[in-house]
């Protein structure tokens, strides 16, 4: 079935140190993994993404790595500063028809960088 | 900002009532996606329509409706109100490209049900 599975649900670090959050996907035909932040009140901006085609993506401070043997995506955030608290969500692909698909997303992980 | 806009921001209406949510997708996507998110339940997919064509449908109620018109525009339609129904909820646009979309949300519409 479609699902994806996020963890953990909760993650508070240092201000500096280093964030990991970990999805897995089941279905082998998802070919596009996205990760949106999510601010109070405000809807999930796109904030890194990753194809099938690809292992490893990053973009300053953010990078996401994807496994498709084991279905494992992973965003890392280095140097966290007290702004990139938030809720994360990953999500992938599943595609249906020409090239058009949804994402089904993962259940979130509340990220608190403490100052 | 996105480039997708939604109205009305928020929204509080009584059980048993109907409320129509509008979502203008970004300029040139044909995709329209509807997303409800709730506190146990997440972001869910509702429905999806590219070019005025339903192409999917998710977890939607037989008491919700959606249609996306000629000037792509996209209307959420949610009648017989109960109080789980009070949710954000999400529009987001895309545009088809070979290897899978970019999907960009809007900033939401939150009901709540009294």
């Known amino acids: 079935g479609e699902n994806v599975e996020q963890h953990p649900s909760t993650l508070s670090v240092q201000e500096g140190d280093s964030a990991v959050i970990k999805c897995t996907y089941s279905d082998s035909a998802s070919n596009y993994f996205p990760w949106y932040k999510q601010e109070l009140g405000k809807g999930p901006q796109l904030i890194i993404d990753?194809?099938?085609?690809?292992g490893e993506k990053k973009d300053q401070r953010i990078a996401v790595t994807l496994n498709k043997t084991a279905k494992h995506f992973s965003l890392h955030i280095t140097e966290t500063q007290p702004e990139d608290s938030a809720v994360y969500f990953c999500a992938a692909s599943y595609p249906y028809g020409g090239a058009t698909n949804k994402l089904i997303f993962g259940t979130g992980t509340l990220l608190a960088v403490q100052p | 900002d996105s480039g997708v806009t939604q109205t009305p921001k928020h929204l509080i209406t009584a059980t048993g009532q109907r409320v129509t949510l509008r979502c203008s997708p970004r300029?040139?996507?044909?995709?329209v996606y509807w997303y409800q998110q709730s506190l146990d339940q997440g972001l869910q997919f509702l429905i999806h329509?590219?070019?005025?064509?339903?192409?999917a449908k998710g977890n939607i109620l037989e008491r919700f409706s959606a249609q996306q018109f000629p000037d792509l525009h996209s209307e959420l339609n949610l009648s017989s109100l109960e109080l789980g129904d009070s949710a954000l909820y999400f529009c987001a646009s895309s545009s088809p490209r070979v290897a899978g979309n970019t999907i960009y949300f809007g900033e939401g519409s939150w009901l709540t049900v009294v």
């Open positions: 329509y590219y070019n005025g064509e339903e192409r």
């Open positions: 300029s040139g996507d044909l995709s």
């Open positions: 990753i194809r099938s085609n690809v």
